[in-house]
């Protein structure tokens, strides 16, 4: 009865759990650190993308807009559900990088509205199957998710790496600057957790961002052009692109989304399993597939790539614990404001890499804690050991030697020869059917 009454009353004490009311103004620190922990992966994809397909910079510009409307829409979808769509979890979308490496290849083959025309159909079916996961959904064993978490949290390791260096590509990449950047970042954020009282605590990333910030301004490594001429209000525009729905590319995108369906499932029961101490329900993992994949497709008809659960805020949530959903929904609200009013975003784009990557780092460590503590939730039985120790070894070691699949087709080095998740999911699920339960030895 208790519990209910703190729940039906505005209190911080309910930023840890996830339908009690809280003050909107205080929850708003804890929604933006989600936010700027997700900001530049959600834009960067479709910066990525337009550039191999020959966009403009005006298009580039606007799908910018449109791609952080469509992950507060996502978002919020997951957050409180539409019809079956969605989990009622805290779950960030955003645009998947999952697909860049096909997209660049079908885009300049095909041209983007083939892309748009694929994300349409690709997502119809990852949502369908997301609606009747019953079916379906017993062949994912827990020690199948476990080990897709766990390499999820390993992918991850190289991209926060990539960002503390100063992003891929960049022109000082590795510098001496970068590395003072990130590294004062890190310890802002390691101190505040340390020293901070109370509620405060959860927010060692945004403290250790607007550190990592201040210090960059002072360096010179913020670059405010990007602030000149941005519009006051800008609104996406319905179908910008005909789709043209080109089998080839609907059949190396359909591969990719069932990819990207396997990264939700392990977003979404890492969540449950770290945050909310549980395994994910049915409903739950089918919620997220649904909205995973019809949001893409509702992405695609305003001209944008697909959306899908972020893992770097997936980490976020198991460092701080919280959970809220109310909380998670101001920082969807600050996504939608991004897009609808360009200054907004234009301003949280000059984030440098090296000042995130100086917060990813610790949060994608979570991650792969997490999936460590879920193998061992599993049991250390011989038969979990083998299809964990051989889907990882198999995953993560392949990949990273891409040139070993220059034997196979395009189609399958787009999807696996780089893609270490996709590669333990399949090897998981093999391992999980061929060694069957009743084949168990101690």
């Known amino acids: 009865m208790s519990k209910t009454k703190n729940q039906s009353q505005a209190s911080m004490d309910n930023i840890y759990s996830l339908d009690g009311k809280v003050p909107l103004l205080q929850s708003i620190p804890f929604g933006l650190q989600h936010v700027l922990a997700m900001f530049v992966a959600n834009i960067a994809p479709v910066m990525i993308v337009t550039g191999a397909c020959g966009l403009t910079t005006q298009e580039m510009a606007s799908l910018i807009q449109t791609a952080m409307i469509m992950a507060g829409i996502g978002t919020m979808v997951q957050l409180f559900t539409v019809w079956k769509l969605g989990a009622k979890l805290p779950i960030v979308m955003g645009i998947s990088f999952t697909f860049v490496s096909v997209f660049c290849y079908v885009g300049p083959q095909w041209g983007y509205e083939a892309v748009i025309g694929a994300v349409i159909v690709g997502g119809i079916i990852e949502g369908l199957l997301g609606l009747f996961a019953k079916y379906w959904r017993g062949i994912i064993a827990p020690i199948v998710s476990a080990c897709v978490v766990t390499a999820i949290g390993f992918s991850l390791l190289s991209v926060g790496a990539n960002s503390f260096a100063g992003g891929v590509g960049a022109?000082?990449?590795?510098?001496?600057?970068?590395?003072?950047?990130?590294?004062?970042?890190?310890?802002?954020?390691?101190?505040f957790n340390v020293?901070?009282?109370?509620?405060?605590?959860?927010?060692?990333?945004?403290?250790?961002?607007?550190?990592?910030?201040?210090?960059?301004?002072?360096?010179?490594?913020?670059?405010?052009?990007?602030?000149?001429?941005?519009?006051?209000?800008?609104?996406?525009?319905?179908?910008?692109?005909?789709?043209?729905?080109?089998?080839n590319a609907i059949i190396s995108v359909v591969m990719i989304f069932l990819v990207s369906a396997t990264e939700t499932i392990g977003d979404t029961s890492a969540m449950t399993n770290t945050v909310l101490g549980r395994e994910a329900s049915e409903s739950e993992i089918s919620g997220s597939l649904a909205c995973d994949g019809l949001i893409s497709s509702v992405s695609a008809c305003f001209g944008c790539m697909p959306i899908t659960s972020?893992?770097?805020?997936?980490?976020?949530?198991?460092m701080t614990k919280v959970v809220n959903r109310y909380t998670i929904a101001t920082g969807a609200g600050i996504l939608l404001l991004a897009g609808i009013f360009p200054a907004f975003g234009a301003v949280l784009a000059t984030l440098p890499e090296a000042v995130l990557g100086g917060c990813t780092i610790m949060m994608f460590g979570n991650i792969v804690i997490s999936g460590l503590q879920m193998i061992g939730d599993c049991g250390f039985t011989q038969r979990n050991i083998t299809i964990a120790a051989l889907s990882l070894s198999i995953g993560l070691g392949f990949t990273q030697v891409p040139d070993m699949f220059n034997v196979f087709p395009t189609l399958v080095r787009t999807i696996f020869a780089e893609n270490c998740v996709a590669v333990v999911f399949l090897a998981a699920i093999i391992m999980n059917l061929i060694i069957q339960k009743h084949q168990e030895w101690q």
């Open 310 to 318: 972020f893992s770097q805020n997936v980490g976020l949530l198991a």
């Open 195 to 247: 020293f901070a009282k109370g509620h405060l605590k959860q927010l060692s990333v945004l403290f250790g961002l607007v550190v990592g910030y201040i210090v960059a301004l002072c360096m010179g490594k913020v670059d405010l052009s990007s602030l000149e001429g941005v519009a006051l209000v800008a609104l996406p525009k319905i179908m910008p692109y005909k789709p043209v729905f080109n089998i």
């Open 171 to 191: 022109a000082d990449f590795g510098s001496a600057q970068n590395w003072i950047l990130g590294t004062i970042t890190l310890v802002a954020c390691i101190l």
